[in-house]
Structure formats: C-alpha cells, structure tokens
C-alpha cells in the first residue's frame, strides 16, 4: 500500500507546480513576461522546469517502487 501513497504524493506535488504555472500564466501575464535569466521570458523556465520535473518525479517513482 506504500507505493500508491508515493504515487499520490507525487502527483500532488506536481499538479501544485503546474496550477502555479497555469494561475501565473492567467493572472499574471506580466511576472511570466518577465527575464530574470539570460534573456529567457519566466515562463519559457517555468515551462522547461516542470519537463525536468516531470522527468526526475517519474524516476523517483521508478526508484521507490523497486
């Protein structure tokens, strides 16, 4: 019963992140508009943050489940 428990954790925590990026996107055009690094608009990074968040959430669970 352990391993649907970290799946939901997971999912929770990433869901979080992409509401954040989906409420900044609707609400606050003008903070994602913003290029706090390199030139690179915020959401361009928000974006490309929750691939690799994606990814690494994924090979956690990976790691957990065996």
């Known amino acids: 019963m352990r ?3 970290v799946a939901l954790w997971l999912f929770t925590l990433y869901l979080l992140v992409y509401v954040g990026f989906m409420t900044l996107a609707a609400f606050a055009p003008g903070v994602m508009a913003a290029t706090p690094v390199a ?3 915020l959401s361009l990074l928000y974006g490309l943050t929750l691939i690799a968040l994606a990814f690494i959430l994924a090979a956690l669970y990976l790691r957990l489940a065996r």
């Open 3 to 5: 391993i649907p428990r």
């Open 39 to 41: 030139g690179l608009p």
